[in-house]
């Protein structure tokens, strides 16, 4: 499993976390604070590593594509 594959899953279970606190309690509003700016880090970073994959299968797949445009085909 990839480095970029456990951060995901580790900050998504992370946000999973932050969401079943604030749905289960009566947290302060300075806690609520604190956990939705702590989300919106996790969902940053999820977004960046999505990003990054994407450019990366993207990248595979136009290299695949010149390859097979130089077979003749």
Known sequence: MSQANLEY?????????IL????DSDMGI???ASEVERATILLRECRKI????????QDT????????D???N
């Open 9 to 17: 899953k580790t900050a998504m279970a992370a946000l999973e976390e």
């Open 20 to 23: 079943t606190r604030i749905d």
């Open 30 to 32: 300075d806690e609520l």
């Open 50 to 57: 999505l990003m990054d994959t994407e450019k990366k299968i």
């Open 61 to 68: 797949l136009a290299s695949f594509d010149g390859d097979s």
């Open 70 to 72: 130089s077979d003749g």
